[in-house]
């Protein structure tokens, strides 16, 4: 990433800062294309996973998450 790490790393600190949730992300207009896409899209793909773990069933989720 190089140079353009600078833009992930403050992006995310502004994020958990001022508490945001995933959907920041997710709701937030990036210049395209840019590095800081990739939050929007991790966001989804993390999204995704949740409800797939949700339909899996409490034993799916595994032992590091609280139930």
Not at 30 to 45: G, I, L, T, V
């Amino acid at each position: 990433m190089g140079e353009e790490a600078t833009e992930l790393v403050h992006l995310a600190q502004a994020v958990l800062h001022a508490g945001g949730k995933i959907d920041e992300f997710i709701d937030t207009t990036f210049n395209f294309p840019s590095p800081a896409d990739a939050y929007k899209y991790a966001a989804y793909d993390g999204l995704q996973r949740l409800d797939h773990l949700r339909e899996s069933g409490p034993d799916a989720m595994g032992p590091l998450t609280s139930r």
